[in-house]
């Protein structure tokens, strides 16, 4: 009886063992994936310019590396809102709340806005 549960406490050591491993390198495999999907169609979405007015920027403080992250609302004649994030500090700052102007995006990327 006393060798049965070392056997059961043992495949059970070994499960825990070699599963945890097992199921963080899935995690990362399938962020990856997700990761390469949303790069990949972002990609091949169409580059498009349209009127739009700054509606709202704000900034997430820094984190654990020191990197701020910047945001910038848009909506578009249409009342769709758009939100993206903002690659550097330099062209989040040249955004101020309430212009109209062009907005380029590409997919859920960034690409440019130009005052009128």
């Known amino acids: 009886m006393e060798n049965i ?21 899935l995690l990362i495999i399938r962020s990856v994936k997700r990761d390469s999907k949303r ?9 498009l310019t349209v009127s739009a007015q700054m509606i709202k920027k704000w900034r997430e403080p820094a984190d654990d590396y020191g990197s701020t992250t910047y945001y910038a609302r848009f909506q578009l004649q249409n009342s769709c809102v758009l939100t ?10 040249k955004l101020t709340v309430g212009d109209v102007g062009l907005l380029t995006y590409q997919g859920e990327w960034y690409r440019g806005f130009v005052r009128l």
């Open 5 to 25: 549960m070392y056997t059961i406490l043992g495949l059970i050591l070994i499960a825990a063992i070699v599963g945890v491993p097992v199921a963080v390198i």
């Open 39 to 47: 790069r990949r169609e972002n990609q091949n979405a169409p580059l």
């Open 84 to 93: 993206f994030g903002m690659k550097s500090a330099s062209e989040y700052k």
